[in-house]
C-alpha cells in the first residue's frame, strides 16, 4: 500500500512541475524531490489511525471425553392374571310406588252388643209424662264405646251417621229401646219420635242403628212394640242422661238412662 502512495505522490509532484514549467517560462527552482516525498508519506503514515492489536489467540478449550451413560434397563413386569368376568345381572326393576289415596272416613261396623239390662230394672227408668199411658217403655240393653265423630254431627244436611272422622274420638252411647202400644190406638209411621238430653239437659246427637236419623218404620198396632236400637254420640266427659219418646196425638214418656255404666278409656 505504502509504495502505491509513493508512486502517486511522485506523479503529482512531475504534474506539478510540467504545469510550472509551462506557465511561467522562468526555470524552476530545483525542488527536492526526495525530500517532498518522504514528507508526503510521512504525512500519510500519520493521518492513518494505529490499527489495533489483535487479541491473542484464545487457548483452545480442551475436549471433554464424553462418558457414555449407563442406563437401568426397565424391569419386565410380570403380567396380571386374567380375571373371569363376573355375570352382568339383571337389574331387578323398580316399583313406581302408587300415590297414597286419601284415606276415606271408615265405616261404622256392627256395633257389639253392650251389656243387657234387665227388663226389671229398666221399668224403675221410666217416668210418665202426661198423655203417657199406655206407652211403655223397655231398656233392653245400653253401653258406651269409643267411636269416631261422625261427619253429619258438624254438617247436619247429611242424613247419614255411617261415615265418621277417626281421629276424632268422643263417646258412642248405644242402647236398645222398646215401647209397647198399651194404647187403644195404632201407631202409624210418621207419628213416633225420640229425643236424647245429655246429664246436663242438654240434647244430643243421634242416630237410628242403621245409621239413618228419620223415621220411616211400619205402623205399631195395639199390643205390638215399637223396638229400635239407637246410637247416642257425646265428648269424653259426657254422658246421656235420659230419652223423651213420643207418639203424635197420644202421648210421650221419659225414659232415664243408667248412670252406673263402665266408662271406656
Known amino acids: 500500500m505504502f509504495k502505491d502512495l509513493r508512486h502517486s505522490l511522485i506523479v503529482v509532484a512531475v504534474l506539478l512541475s510540467a504545469c510550472s514549467s509551462a506557465a511561467q517560462p522562468t526555470p524552476a527552482p530545483t525542488v527536492d ?8 508519506v510521512q504525512a500519510t503514515q500519520a ?6 492489536a489483535v487479541p491473542p489467540t484464545s487457548t483452545p478449550v480442551p475436549t471433554k471425553t464424553l462418558v457414555p451413560a449407563t ?5 419386565t413386569y410380570t403380567p396380571l392374571p386374567t380375571l373371569t368376568a363376573v355375570p352382568t345381572q339383571t337389574p331387578v326393576p323398580t316399583n313406581t310406588p302408587k300415590p297414597t ?7 261404622k261396623p ?12 229398666a221399668a224403675t227408668t221410666t217416668q210418665a209424662l202426661a198423655g203417657s199411658a199406655g206407652i211403655k217403655p223397655w231398656i233392653q240393653r245400653a253401653g258406651y264405646e269409643r267411636w269416631g265423630r261422625p261427619v253429619a254431627m258438624r254438617n247436619k244436611g247429611v242424613n247419614n251417621c255411617g261415615i265418621n272422622d277417626d281421629k276424632d274420638i268422643i263417646l258412642m252411647f248405644q242402647v236398645a229401646l222398646a215401647f209397647t202400644n198399651n194404647t187403644t190406638q195404632v201407631w202409624p209411621t210418621g207419628t213416633r219420635s225420640i229425643k236424647f238430653y245429655k246429664t246436663t239437659g242438654e240434647e244430643a246427637f243421634w242416630c237410628y242403628y242403621n245409621y239413618l236419623r228419620n223415621e220411616n218404620h211400619p205402623p205399631t198396632n195395639i199390643g205390638e212394640q215399637y223396638q229400635y236400637t239407637y246410637e247416642i254420640y257425646v265428648e269424653k266427659n259426657e254422658m246421656v242422661g235420659y230419652a223423651i219418646f213420643k207418639v203424635d196425638g197420644i202421648g210421650e214418656v221419659r225414659v232415664n238412662m243408667p248412670t252406673d255404666l263402665s266408662m271406656p278409656n
Open 33 to 40: 524531490l526526495q525530500a517532498t516525498v518522504n514528507a508526503a
Open 101 to 107: 289415596d286419601k284415606p276415606k272416613p271408615t265405616d
Open 110 to 121: 256392627a256395633p257389639t252388643a253392650p251389656p243387657t239390662i234387665a227388663a226389671a230394672a
Open 71 to 75: 442406563y437401568t434397563p426397565i424391569p
Open 47 to 52: 493521518a492513518i489511525p494505529t490499527a489495533t
